[in-house]
């Protein structure tokens, strides 16, 4: 399995139980123009967050990151704003699945004291976390392995094109 | 084993346990106007020219229906020709909302794997389904292999005992639910329904429970098959003993928790989530501005006739409105044969398309700033119903109905007919 590239970059802090309503809302969904999505991420969090994003900057979430709406749409925002990497204490399932079958790094790090505006770095791979600011690092919970490659591949379309079908053994 | 364990294991043909991953057959799935644009685009994408089973496979058009604009106009006509072209089941505008829909036309039956790009897919756990939500991508390899990976879920069992009081339905227990286990408290996990309150329940009320699972962040809902009325559409079909499917004695749950749903007085989650739980009455006083009965949750034909036994011969409160849609156009028209539909328009009521109307804030009833909504919907998250300087609070179609003509939210047992305990 390839190796997801290292990334280092801007933590923006949100909280617990950020709903995927929250993250694109609903009026903005029915669309095939990503940047309009990107445009409206996290508007009903945050009004101001989307255009203090910067590519290659971290979303750093607290618990139940993603619940709610089964939209795609919500990870599809938050990749196109250019956001390298959502971390996060815990993530809601249909989330979670969603950004990694579009290619969007997601981790889980149950423990953590990142603040707004640290520098971290996530290596996917390695399941750590390493908060350069602080000088802390973290470990994130291990992803089933069907799920680090299809993350590895780049998502589901590139994932089912290259292997035509899912690989479950390492799972078993 | 549990019923996800052994639905499971029986798509898998091999005994799968709670934690194991299985790639397994898929029986149905559908995409709505929310995620089948996205989802038609990864299938061409991954290669797809044509969906695996069209037999299987359905798409309906109700988040946005009709089309406010043309943006979504043009998407509609993207998911018709797609439709048309792969010889897929369609639902247009009108004709309902995807979850009653897959119900009612027998889409799915007992022990099926049914996969819907809808995270109230749980719903479809009602009829003895393992039904799951998934996002666009993962429909599109649905339809490209009529497979789908999947993680065996653990399972919470919830017992309900105990008859329901006046004034109290499947809505007021699965809102307790959801406040008392927390809007994270089955993640990823079964939650499964038994207990004598089950047994007696209609299809239509066993549809509420399952359906918000997803607001404890559940994978998938069952509830158990004893005393179900399948749906008429399923008659004849070989289907599989409920033995087959239930869950075995000696189980192996997370948790088992018991309620004696007596206990319950209406429930009401107010702003801005579904787990923050409140009785009715501690929130007597709170005005509103805009009723809404609708919803994959609670717009079935026993709900529009709570809501009429609650609004025949009265008026909506000044300054009011309230908003109804069916699940279905069938509802719709039982709706209008038995005299439902009159009876609400005559208090005031506005009936939009059969659809997610104002659930998903895209159109139909859009709350302005500063305004409170009571609702029979599923989610009150801040911005849910299209503005994010408005209150939503979630209730049961009786809640909704008492506080359109109140005014305010209160009790609805006081605007119920006939004497305490003959409603």
Known sequence: MSALPVVTGR?????DDVDTDRIIAGKYTKTL???????????????????????GDVLVAGENFGLGSSREQAPVAIKAAGVSCVLARSFARIFYRNAIN???????????????????????????VLNDTRSERYSATRMP???GQILAAGGLVPYLRAGGDYSVEDDQ | MTSAEKLLSRKAGDAVRAGDIAVVPVDGAFATDTTAPMAIKAFEAMGGERVWDPARMSLVLDHATPAPNERIASLHVMIRDFARRNGAHFYDVGDGICHQLMMENGHVAPGDLFVGADSHTPTLGAVGAFAIGVGST??????????IWLKVPRTVRIELSGALRRGTYAKDVILHLVGRLGIAGASYESVEFGG???????????MVLANMVAEMGAKTAFVDPEGLELPGA?????????DEIRADDGAEYRIVHHVDVGDLGPQVAAPHLPSNLKDVRELRGVKVDMGFIGSCTNSRLEDLHVAASILRGRRLAPGVRLVVTAASRRIFNQALADGTVEVLSNAGAT???????????????????GETVISSTNRNFRGRMGNPNADTYLGSPAVVAAAAVAGELVDPGEFLPGPEGQA
């Open chain 1, 11 to 15: 933590a923006h802090l949100l909280g």
């Open chain 1, 33 to 55: 123009d990503v940047s309009s999505l990107a445009e409206h991420l996290l508007e009903d969090y945050d009004p101001a967050l989307a255009a203090r994003i910067r590519p």
């Open chain 1, 102 to 128: 579009i290619g969007l790094s997601v981790v889980e790090v149950p423990k953590h004291s990142v603040s707004d505006g640290d520098t971290v770095t996530v290596d996917v791979n390695q399941g750590l």
């Open chain 1, 145 to 147: 392995p069907v799920m």
């Open chain 2, 138 to 147: 993962d429909l599109a390899a649905v339809m490209l292999r009529g497979r």
């Open chain 2, 196 to 206: 004598s309150t089950v047994a007696g329940m209609t299809l239509a009320s066993r």
């Open chain 2, 234 to 242: 399923l008659a004849g079909r070989d289907l599989p003993r409920w």
């Open chain 2, 351 to 369: 009936f939009i398309t059969s659809g997610c109307g104002p659930c998903v804030g895209t159109h139909q009833g859009v709350p302005g700033d």
